[in-house]
């Protein structure tokens, strides 16, 4: 294990009846609120107005930007100016990641001198590391963003993706009430993208003990509450168990002493771009076939198969233990009906010309199993996108 500096402040309400302290922790910062809502469903399954009321009992402003479903650095910028024109004091993210991330970059924004974009791709340094007080209420418990401090943001016109670090939300409410109505199949899209996260915090080329079993526990609790969640689809108890999951997943506990590789999120990104897909199904189809990509028999790779989904290596060669791991992933997505390749997901023109520009926008990247070369990343996504060993070659 590497030595390391452990630091979440996120406070963290969990409950139906958690109102009343959520507003209580607002008034801490002042009365004038900036809502980031996603699309229309909140609203309409009347967990808007509850809200609205108690913000309005307790004499709180508010100013709303409405229908966010991409992390959008247009309406970054829109909301940075809102905030210095009506001297918002919290900004609140309610809805999926995309809310929560464009609520925390408007947060550090405001405090900055220069464009946002500047700050997000490095090209400059930040003035402050201070932010607006940001709080979190998740409606689509997925990527984790309620309870760390990363955010990513697309640029409209080029669809570059960057972000920021470092800015943790000052609290989270963790209702399970907002997603009783949350279909099961999004639901398990979203756990299963909290799944890989987790997966790619328990690889790493250092061992520590208790953040592998930290990442474990959440794996384990992930896939048996979605086992349980298809028969008992209702089940309140379960849909806060993921709840939880999802909000732990990146909160660095599952890091702790390692470094890790982050590798596949850059990755993901040339899909999203290409395929025009989001990143819960992009991050998560693309998994297994990065995970073959990095493997060349390394042992951290034979752990994650072995203990995570039992494949026995005893006398096996380098290649039957990562087909056999693979299938093992593979039969995991196929028990919850989610895709294992991009064409599953949808028809589209293939169009080599387009691909390689969308790899070239990214770049050869670097990690710590291998180098991605943009032809590696090239075989990589072929594959992907026609599914295991049809193109780019078998395990």
């Known amino acids: 294990m590497n030595e390391f500096m452990y630091y979440n402040p996120v406070k963290l309400f969990c409950g139906e009846h958690q109102l009343s302290n959520v507003i209580k922790e607002i008034q801490q910062y002042g009365h004038r609120v900036l809502l980031i809502l996603g699309g229309e469903s909140f609203i309409k399954n009347g967990n808007y107005q509850p809200l609205v009321d108690a913000l309005e009992a307790a004499h709180i402003e508010r100013e709303e930007l409405r229908g966010n479903r991409v992390p959008s650095l247009n309406v970054v910028r829109k909301g940075i100016a809102l905030c210095r024109e009506k001297n918002i004091d919290c900004v609140l993210g309610i809805g999926g990641g995309c809310c929560m991330d464009i609520a925390k970059t408007i ?21 402050t590391q201070e932010h607006l007080p940001v709080g979190m209420i998740p409606t689509f418990p997925s990527s984790g963003s309620d309870m760390n401090g990363s955010a990513q943001i697309t640029n409209d016109e080029t669809t570059e993706q960057a972000g920021l670090s470092g800015v943790y939300p000052n609290f989270t409410w963790l209702n399970p009430a907002y997603i009783t109505k949350l279909p099961v199949a999004s639901l398990i899209e979203g756990q299963l993208t909290a799944f890989v996260q987790v997966s790619i915090a328990y690889l790493g080329l250092e061992r520590s003990g208790i953040a592998e079993a930290m990442a474990l526990t959440l794996m384990n609790s992930i896939r048996a509450n979605l086992y349980k969640l298809v028969k008992e689809p209702d089940n309140q108890s379960v849909r806060t168990d993921l709840m939880v999951a999802s909000a732990l997943n990146v909160s660095g506990l599952t890091g ?32 297994p076939y990065w995970l073959k990509q990095c493997y060349d028999g390394q042992p951290v ?27 093992a992933l593979f039969s995991f997505y196929r028990s919850f009906g989610f895709p294992t390749s991009f064409a599953e997901i949808k028809e589209r023109k293939e169009s080599l010309n387009e691909l390689r520009a969308a790899i070239a926008l990214v770049g050869a ?10 032809e590696k990343i090239e075989q990589m996504m072929l594959e992907s996108i026609d599914g295991y060993g049809k193109k780019g070659g078998q395990a």
Do not use: C, H
């Not at 947060?107 to 003035?127: L, N």
């Not at 002493?257 to 897909?277: A, F, H, R, T």
């Open 301 to 327: 790779f034979k752990d994650y198969f072995t203990q995570v989904f039992g494949v026995d290596g005893s006398g096996k060669s380098d290649e039957a233990i990562l087909a056999e791991g693979l299938q």
């Open 107 to 127: 947060a550090f924004g405001v405090k900055q001198s220069r464009d946002i974009w500047d700050y997000v791709t490095y090209q400059a340094e930040p003035d």
């Open 256 to 287: 702790l002493g390692k470094s890790g590789d982050w590798s596949l999120y850059p990755l993901e990104g040339i899909m999203q771009n290409y395929y025009g897909v989001g990143y819960k199904q992009a991050i998560t189809v693309l998994f």
């Open 365 to 374: 990247q670097p990690s710590i199993y291998t180098t991605f070369t943009v």
